[in-house]
């Protein structure tokens, strides 16, 4: 059974945001690895593709944390993590995101 075309480029230019986002990762570019990571934790995200976000999200989270993002950007990104990894069946890691989401929330609450 052939792939549709459409599908096949949405995975290619996913493939290629990730590995973009991978390779910022790798050479310690914590700034821009955050922005890649970030985006292309996104778009997996509107491609239902929830494992690769929540491993996407794990790593943006990571770099934020190196180059000091707003908590509440941090939060986000953590809740977003615990819905996705829950989707993807990586339940320790949802909770681990939730619970990062409520510390990094703090005293603000859910905003």
């Given amino acids: 059974m052939t792939e549709p075309v459409a599908d096949k480029r949405t995975r290619e230019d996913l493939d ?3 590995f973009n986002a991978f390779q ?3 050479s310690g570019q914590h700034a821009e690895a955050f922005a890649a990571q970030r985006r292309a934790a996104e ?3 509107r491609k239902f593709a929830h494992h690769e976000a929540s491993l996407l999200l794990e790593r ?3 770099h934020g944390e190196e180059v000091d993002v ?3 950007e941090l939060a986000d990104l953590a809740e977003r993590l615990g ?3 829950e989707l993807a069946g990586r339940f320790d890691t949802a ?3 939730y ?3 409520r510390r990094q929330y703090g005293p603000h609450g859910d905003q």
């Fill in 83 to 85: 819905d996705a990894a």
């Fill in 24 to 26: 910022k990762h790798k």
């Fill in 99 to 101: 619970r990062v989401a």
């Fill in 43 to 45: 778009r997996a995200e």
């Fill in 70 to 72: 707003d908590p509440t």
């Fill in 60 to 62: 943006a989270i990571d």
């Fill in 95 to 97: 909770i681990r995101g």
């Fill in 16 to 18: 290629r945001e990730v």
